[in-house]
């Protein structure tokens, strides 16, 4: 335990419930797990291992209602690992007219800073204006509502929209062309690690008693006339099983369509769209505040978090069915494209160090033929007797998707509460600005750099003090993984012992962001990470082999994709690398 007494830090299991206790994800008690999952009737089954689906977990398991989670791959493998990373209202949507929805998203983007400080933090962002007088004007008169829907000057901190001349613009983002904008418009919005809120989510939901299962793949739906049936597959050994349930929640995203399919319904139509992220260096596109401009299509996102920049994203359909998502060559020419408009040293492919794609899961509005028409409002209709999709929505909303998920599979269970999700603070929460307020000392006593134990605390929360206490046992632990320079050898044991990571993809990729970060795409880091997860999960060196060769191979295939010129081409790429990760654990 870290010593009190030299102000080194706190007790790395306090305040509040003692570290760990009901909050691990282990691996290594799935047996247990699915074993106690196929014996009982459960109150809500959720399937789905998004934001969504976690944070309906979360609800319904905080309400006193047993509750089991379900997800075929890695816990935000899909959509809610591969966003903007933003908690926003969406300035945007004001044009289309969506109040009611940028309303709840600003009262969600502020609440999710309460309730998970060390995930959230706001961000400011720049508006270039290309015209002088009318589109100041405009743009401000919308912001001055945004700004409105919010209520500023509430607790949370977000600041109202600043006017900036060109030189003001100029001085606070250097990277753009003297001549690309004539003033900005400032304002603030909110930043986040979805794929680690995920996972935050899922950790809370078994805090509050949900069992939380990843690489469980449910392969039929059976309603009967008080419970519905659900035939599964354990990913890892190939067994199947069933689960029962008296009310199911399908949080499946862009493949809410084979999910309904199932019980044989179809209600709820989705459409996906693909959205695609380039990543770059800090050190190559030098900001401080994000960037927001237009694009032909949809809006263009320039967002400096840690050491790199984020730059997406793209607003295409996705015809390919379900599976992993890969970017093609003229995604990302586009995006180069789009940000040289504004650059003052136009960005080359050679400057991307990594690139991801994901998809929103849009409800269908047949009247609207282009995804960035459709609206991200979210629908919850039941589908079947005590089954419920809920789909669209944004990442900032999930809480409310959950909430009405969960409120509509309620109804004639025993006695419900109702949601307490709006006063429930995350795992890492509690106790965490006083943790924060002793990172030096902490970081001191562990012989770290103090931006290290800031990288920690913000993964973490008040928890990561555990981390520092794993290296005083073994120093070792807390040196970066070769080939890795943001990842410590401590973080990589913590995620197989209480993050449910059970690949070397789950740790390069969503646990840390490593494999994105770096020139290599993490394979340099890939043979370390994999003995590591051996050892923690006892594999044997031939799995760490194994997992190894996998994770370089699927670099290679996305690397591949960058020829492709259009999606059709995709296909005999994502064919391999699905199954190849339908065995990969």
């Known amino acids: 335990m870290m010593d009190t007494d030299n102000g080194a830090g706190p007790e790395p299991f306090a305040p509040g419930l003692p ?92 609440l999710l800073q309460e309730l998970a400080p060390h995930l959230v933090r706001r961000m400011s962002f720049l508006l270039p204006l290309t015209h002088r007088v009318w589109e100041r004007g405009y743009i401000g008169a919308g912001l001055t509502l945004y700004d409105a829907l919010a209520g500023m000057g509430d607790r949370h901190g977000f600041r109202r929209h600043r006017h900036l001349s060109r030189r003001g613009l100029l001085r606070q983002a250097p990277v753009l062309r003297p001549d690309a904008a004539v003033g900005a418009l400032r304002y603030e919005d909110g930043h986040v690690d979805d794929a680690r809120l995920v996972l935050t989510l899922a950790r809370t939901a078994a805090r509050e008693g949900a069992t939380v299962l990843s690489r469980v793949k449910v392969t039929g739906l059976s309603s009967r006339s008080d419970h519905t049936v659900a035939t599964c597959v354990d990913v890892l050994s190939g067994e199947e099983f069933t689960i029962r349930a008296r009310r199911v929640v399908l949080a499946t995203g862009p493949w809410s369509g084979l999910t309904q399919k199932m019980l044989g319904a179809g209600d709820v139509r989705v459409r996906a769209s693909k959205g695609v992220h380039l990543v770059f260096s800090r050190e190559r596109l030098k900001l401080d505040s994000a960037l927001i401009v237009r694009t032909p299509t949809s809006v263009l996102f320039v967002i400096p978090t840690g050491d790199v920049v984020l730059l997406g994203t793209t607003d295409t359909p996705w015809e390919i069915g379900p599976g992993p998502v890969l970017p093609t060559g003229a995604d990302v020419r586009y995006l180069l494209d789009q940000a040289n408009q504004w650059l003052r040293e136009p960005l080359r492919q050679s400057d991307v160090l990594g690139v991801y794609a994901g998809l929103r899961p849009l409800v269908d509005q047949p009247d609207r033929q282009k995804t960035q028409a459709i609206s991200r409002e979210h629908v919850v209709r039941e589908v079947a007797p005590g089954c419920v999709v809920v789909a669209g929505g944004k990442l900032t909303t999930y809480r409310v998707m959950a909430r009405d998920a969960v409120d509509a599979v309620a109804g004639g269970l025993r006695a419900v509460r109702p949601s307490a999700t709006e006063h429930l ?108 997860l051996a050892g923690a999960l006892g594999r044997t060196d031939a799995w760490a082999r194994e997992q190894t060769a996998g994770y370089l191979h699927a670099a290679e295939v996305r690397r591949s994709a960058l020829a492709a010129t259009e999606d059709a081409e995709l296909v005999p790429l994502l064919d391999d690398l699905a199954g190849r990760r339908s065995g990969a654990a």
């Open 19 to 110: 570290f760990g206790a009901g909050a691990a994800l282990d691996p290594l008690r799935r047996d247990a797990d699915l074993a106690e999952l196929g014996r009982d009737l459960l109150d809500v089954l959720v399937v789905g291992g998004g934001a969504t689906g976690t944070g309906a977990a979360l609800d319904a398991a905080s309400r006193g209602l047993t509750t089991a989670l379900v997800e075929g791959g890695d816990l935000a493998s899909g959509t809610s690992s591969n966003s903007s990373r933003l908690l926003h209202g969406g300035v945007r949507y004001l044009e289309q007219m969506e109040f009611g929805l940028v309303r709840e998203a600003l009262h969600e983007r502020g």
């Open 425 to 532: 603070g995350l795992v890492g929460s509690s106790g965490f600005v006083q943790s924060w307020t002793r990172r030096d000392a902490a970081a001191a006593a562990a012989g770290l750099p103090v931006s290290a134990v800031e990288r920690l605390a913000r993964r973490y929360g008040s928890d990561y003090p555990a981390l520092l206490t794993m290296g005083r046992r073994d120093p070792e632990l807390l040196k970066p993984v070769t080939g890795a320079p943001s990842l410590l050898a401590a973080e990589v044991l913590y995620a197989a012992r209480h993050e449910a990571a059970m690949t070397v993809d789950d740790v390069l990729l969503r646990r840390s962001r490593a494999g994105l970060e770096t020139a290599d795409g993490g394979t340099a880091a890939a043979p370390h990470v994999a003995a590591l």
